[in-house]
T-cell receptor, first 113, second 114 residues
């Protein structure tokens, strides 16, 4: 069964600290993996996309990694800011014809001053 | 102006009522999607459309119907609303296959069925 599991479900850290969010998937065949940021009351916005051949990709203070062998991805946030408080959703595209999108349940991140 | 808009943003309705949620986009994308989001669950696909005359069921289409009136508009209908359809509904668009197929989401419609 194609699944995407994210951990932790929620996380609280102090402003300025770093954190890492995890995503494990079983989607096969794999096409790409995307991390979205969803602010409260808003729709998700794409942060980064990773294909099979990419191990690391950065977008400002966000760095995503992908290990296609173990089917794991992580999103590392450096020097967190209050505006990083949001849900972070991992989405894997794959399946036959790369037409299936499987969404993780998200990690709720809270940054405290 | 927002590229993907949804109306209404909030709606309260009663069991058995028919309601329609509307989505419009100015991105010129061919592909449009309707999702629902429930607490603790990932976004789940209800219906999607790759072109004006194309309608496809997603994983949870029962109790819903859609209409793709034009490239820019995609409506979701609940024929007879029930309480377990209380959720946050998102419309999304993407460009055709061949590119990264980034999905662009609307702001969401919060629906409460009493």
């Amino acid at each position: 069964k194609n699944q995407v599991e994210q951990s932790p479900q929620s996380l609280i850290i102090l402003e300025g600290k770093n954190c890492t969010l995890q995503c494990n998937y079983t989607v096969s065949p794999f096409s790409n993996l995307r991390w979205y940021k969803q602010d409260t009351g808003r729709g998700p916005v794409s942060l980064t996309i990773m294909t099979f051949s990419e191990n690391t990709k950065s977008n400002g203070r966000y760095t995503a990694t992908l290990d296609a062998d173990t089917k794991q991805s992580s999103l590392h946030i450096t020097a967190s800011q209050l505006s990083d408080s949001a849900s972070y959703i991992c989405v894997v595209r794959g399946g036959q014809g790369a037409q299936k999108l499987v969404f993780g349940q998200g990690t709720r991140l809270t940054i405290n001053p | 102006d927002a590229d993907v808009t949804q109306t209404p943003r909030n709606r309260i309705t009663k069991t058995g009522k028919r309601i329609m949620l509307e989505c419009s986009q100015t991105k010129g994308h061919d592909r449009m999607y309707w999702y629902r989001q429930d607490p603790g669950l990932g976004l789940r696909l209800i219906y999607y459309s790759f072109d004006v005359k194309d309608i496809n069921k997603g994983e949870i289409s029962d109790g819903y119907s859609v209409s793709r009136q034009a490239q820019a508009k995609f409506s979701l209908s609940l024929e007879s609303a029930i309480p377990n359809q209380t959720a946050l509904y998102f419309c999304a668009t993407s460009e055709a296959a061949g590119g990264p197929e980034t999905q662009y989401f609307g702001p969401g419609t919060r629906l409460l069925v009493l």
